[in-house]
């Protein structure tokens, strides 16, 4: 790993069907093994179930359910005096879209039962409305963030 400066950030090309940079970021999220094409089908497909169930527009749902499954902070290990505090700290913006993405990809795989561009497009609509497991996940942090606030003063 080089010491001289720290990787520049490569612009990403956006979706071919909604013309969205955040969208072609969780294709590649959704992707396993470097099968794209598949990717792209499922998230399409999820799109497509969302626009059906909720006679909207799906990137209006995906914009909402991202933004209501994003963590402001996060607790990270901190060791003060032989003792390993939790203490909060803001997240950065890149940060706050993967974690949201992960979250909604994660909780989207562990629905059982149904093909995984159902369980995206249910998971998806749960989170656009403040419900489901990765807002939950978010809700928890946020809990767990707000309970360790008094040891805000070890940050670094």
């Known amino acids: 790993m080089s010491r001289k400066r720290t990787a520049e950030k ?26 794209k094409s598949v990717a792209e089908g499922i998230v399409y497909d999820a799109m497509v179930k969302i626009e059906t169930e909720t006679k909207k527009n799906p990137m209006d749902t995906f914009d909402l359910a991202i933004k209501n ?13 032989g003792a390993t505090y939790q203490i909060p700290v803001e997240i950065p913006p890149n940060r706050r879209l993967s974690l949201s993405m992960r979250w909604l990809i994660n909780a989207a795989r562990d629905r059982k039962g149904k093909p995984m561009a159902e369980k995206l497009a249910s998971e998806l609509i749960d989170a656009s409305r403040g419900q489901g497991s990765a807002v939950k996940r978010k809700e928890d942090l946020h809990k767990m963030a707000e309970a360790n606030k008094a040891f805000v003063h070890f940050r670094y």
Do not use: C, E, H
């Open 10 to 35: 490569r612009p990403l090309p956006p979706d071919a069907r909604y013309q969205n940079a955040d969208l072609s970021r969780f294709i590649n999220k959704v992707m396993l093994n470097g099968k």
């Open 69 to 81: 499954s994003t963590p402001m902070l996060q607790v990270k290990p901190r060791r003060v005096g």
